[in-house]
């Protein structure tokens, strides 16, 4: 299949009325998560090494707030809140108590860090994605909104972040 037609089946993913995901791209294409967020138009997404991973994640911590976005086997877990900063140690990113986010992230296995803008709903949308080697979102920060509106300061600071850090 021609990168044409794949950009065109995603075209079709954002202009449904079903909700727009990087699962759902990549189904539609057939593609990882990765390889189907590459087609995406250009100004909406950029790249990080994954060895940014703290970097990216203390800049995340210091937004106001941010929604948690981890899927798994169908299931969708969210957690909105000011994150909190952690401490590598026994193999994880150690994520320190004081927020309602806690656990220990596999940080070594991101190798990709996608600054993505994809509309969700019908709404602006950015986020954080953190890619695995084999081009599978491990797991995706959110830029927060309050009454259903981003966050102004945490959406300046996702821009900047990916001005800074990401590559096309």
């Known amino acids: 299949m021609t990168e044409k037609t794949m950009e065109e089946k995603v ?7 079903a909700p727009a995901t990087l699962k759902t791209l990549a189904a539609a294409t057939g593609l990882t998560e990765l390889e189907a967020s ?24 210091a937004w106001p707030s941010a929604t948690f976005f981890l899927e798994h086997l169908g299931n969708v877990i969210e957690v909105s809140c000011k994150l909190a900063e952690g401490k ?13 986010l ?4 596999k940080a070594d296995a991101v190798k990709t860090i996608g600054f993505i803008t994809l509309p969700f709903m ?7 994605a953190f890619f695995n080697e084999e081009g599978e ?17 945490a959406r300046d600071a996702f821009l900047a972040l990916k001005a800074e850090l990401g590559a096309a």
């Not at 075209?11 to 009325?17: E, I, M, N, R, T």
């Not at 590459?38 to 911590?61: I, N, Q």
């Not at 590598?88 to 309602?100: A, D, E, K």
């Open 88 to 100: 590598h140690g026994m193999g994880y990113y150690n994520i320190f108590h004081g927020s309602p």
């Open 122 to 128: 019908g709404r602006e949308s950015h986020f954080l």
């Open 38 to 61: 590459k087609l995406l138009p250009a100004d909406s997404r950029a790249y990080a090494d994954g060895s940014k991973f703290d970097a990216v994640w203390s800049s995340a911590c």
């Open 137 to 153: 979102s491990m797991f995706q920060v959110y830029v927060g909104r309050e009454n259903h509106q981003l966050i102004p300061e």
């Open 102 to 105: 806690g656990g220990h992230l």
């Open 11 to 17: 075209a079709a993913v954002l202009s449904s009325k």
